[in-house]
């Protein structure tokens, strides 16, 4: 309850199935702009204190730094140093899915 009113909060996390592997295995970005570890957050609250209910939305995304990188896990190691792997001198999976972010949201 938030000053007499019922509210009703939902919290939903979709992870891409594009690029995806486990945190510290599979980083940067695919040849087709989609990153590792990209994980949409959505929280819906929902006022029930109208007749017709009133709903609200807050949606935040992360992922993986959108270049080619990559870097050692390693427990002797606390911060590896990270490898720029690949040279992309035209940025085209950076642009790629910078594009796709644009048509999405």
């Known amino acids: 309850h938030d000053y007499g009113r019922s509210l009703n909060l939902m ?3 979709r992870r891409s199935r594009h690029f995806a592997g486990t945190r510290y295995l599979k980083r940067g970005v695919s040849d087709r702009g989609k ?19 009133v709903f609200s939305s807050y949606l935040q995304i992360r992922g993986s730094i959108p270049t080619f990188w990559t870097q050692e896990s390693s427990v002797t190691m606390p911060k590896p140093p990270i490898v720029l792997n690949r040279v992309d001198p035209t940025y085209q999976a950076t642009q790629a899915h910078f594009d796709d972010l644009m048509r999405r949201y």
């Open 35 to 53: 990153v590792a570890n990209d994980v949409e957050h959505e929280q819906i609250i929902h006022d029930e204190t109208t007749s017709e209910g």
């Open 11 to 13: 919290l939903l996390a």
